[in-house]
């Protein structure tokens, strides 16, 4: 069993910069590969970026809405994953969702994980 823990959202201006974490349970951390993902309201969940184990090469994805704009990283020894946000737009307002895979390489697809986190939403306002 994996519990994951997001936080680090609000509300904030367009332009601006939010950073989300999520603490995960459990002593294997460093062979998952884990995801976030998104829901705004009458949407479905999309997603937003990914990140392999650190042991299958890290490898890092990024939906196109988000490229050049966020970065996701991960902190093996403290069992966290980052998405650093900048140049935040409305658009971007929603309910982010971590989520882990307990295989190494990472996937795009929701269904494709394991776990999930409660969510924390992120409001940004124009």
């Known amino acids: 069993q994996v519990q994951l823990v997001e936080s680090g959202g609000g509300l904030v201006q367009a332009g601006g910069s939010l950073r989300l974490s999520c603490a995960a349970s459990?002593?294997?951390?460093?062979?998952?590969?884990m995801g976030w993902f998104r829901q705004a309201p009458g949407k479905e969940r999309e997603f937003v970026a990914a990140?392999?184990?650190?042991?299958?090469?890290?490898?890092?994805y990024y939906a196109d809405s988000v490229k050049g704009r966020f970065t996701i990283s991960r902190d093996n020894g403290k069992n966290t994953v980052y998405l650093q946000m900048n140049s935040l737009k409305p658009e971007d307002t929603a309910v982010y969702y971590c989520?882990?895979?307990?295989?190494?390489?990472?996937?795009?697809?929701?269904?494709?994980?394991?776990?999930w986190g409660q969510g924390t939403q992120v409001t940004v306002s124009s």
């Open positions: 989520a882990a895979r307990l295989t190494p390489v990472a996937a795009i697809a929701a269904g494709g994980y394991d776990y």
């Open positions: 459990g002593r294997t951390f460093g062979s998952y590969a």
């Open positions: 990140i392999s184990s650190s042991w299958s090469g890290g490898s890092i």
